[in-house]
């Protein structure tokens, strides 16, 4: 089976730009949580979608917004970029979150550098 | 506020030598707790977890973690450490059971041959 795939993996953006990022979760799996990692930092949770619901949200400013799609897929956008939104972009994918014996399987993320 | 301290920002062991890596969380209940690793440019992968039940948990590449409800700790630990378990290190949290998990700052481990 293949993991939780990310795309793409490394992003170059100008401040102001907007970027769409996007995370394909485990077949099966029906909920993706986005983190943002910053270098040097521990990952900080951004969003969770369960069942393409929105069911959590981290301390972000409304630049921030993300979808979850009948497939299950997701895709994180970030509108008017600013030079601190550089970082490793994770994706989660879940198969009970919550659940007894569940775990989160991370993709291997999406490096963006603002500039 | 909900969070997770790793008290070592970095810490160097001994190839073969012992290792505990340090981990409290706030709050009163007790959470899930979760141990991941990432090497450089990589994602995390989960070491262990604990849910309830035996406050010991045995996880992969020969770490174990003992959670201690008195302390709010969940500390890591590994007997014989061998120079590819250089990483960082990170210690998470779900407090509220839903998937959504608060992190550590991280501790980095370097190993000396």
């Known amino acids: 089976d293949a993991g939780v795939t990310q795309s793409p993996t490394h992003l170059i953006k100008t401040r102001g730009q907007h970027v769409t990022l996007r995370c394909s979760p485990i077949?099966?799996?029906?909920?993706v949580s986005w983190y943002q990692q910053v270098l040097g930092q521990g990952p900080q949770f951004i969003f969770q979608?369960?069942?393409?619901?929105?069911?959590g949200r981290g301390n972000f400013p409304d630049r921030f917004s993300a979808r979850q799609f009948p497939n299950y897929s997701s895709e994180l956008n970030v509108n008017a970029l600013l030079l601190g939104d550089s970082a490793l972009y994770l994706c989660?994918?879940?198969?009970?979150?919550?659940?007894?014996?569940?775990?989160?399987?991370f993709g291997q993320g999406t490096r963006l550098t603002v500039v | 506020a909900q969070s997770v301290t790793q008290p070592d920002i970095h810490i160097t062991v001994s190839e073969g030598a012992s290792l505990e890596l340090r981990c409290n969380y706030s709050?009163?209940?007790?959470?899930?707790l979760f141990w991941y690793v990432q090497s450089p440019g990589q994602g995390l992968q989960l070491l262990l977890k604990y849910f309830s039940g035996d406050t010991l948990v045995q996880g992969i590449k020969g770490f174990e973690a003992e959670f201690k409800r008195s302390q709010s700790s969940f500390n890591l630990r590994k007997p014989s450490v061998h120079w590819s378990d250089a990483a960082e290190y990170f210690c998470?949290?779900?407090?509220?059971?839903?998937?959504?998990?608060?992190f550590g700052q991280g501790t980095e481990l370097s190993v000396k041959p």
């Open positions: 979608y369960y069942e393409k619901e929105e069911r």
């Open positions: 989660a994918s879940w198969s009970m979150p919550g659940r007894s014996n569940t775990e989160a399987f």
């Open positions: 709050y009163g209940a007790t959470p899930y």
């Open positions: 998470a949290v779900d407090y509220n059971q839903g998937g959504k998990l608060i």
């Open positions: 077949s099966g799996h029906k909920s």
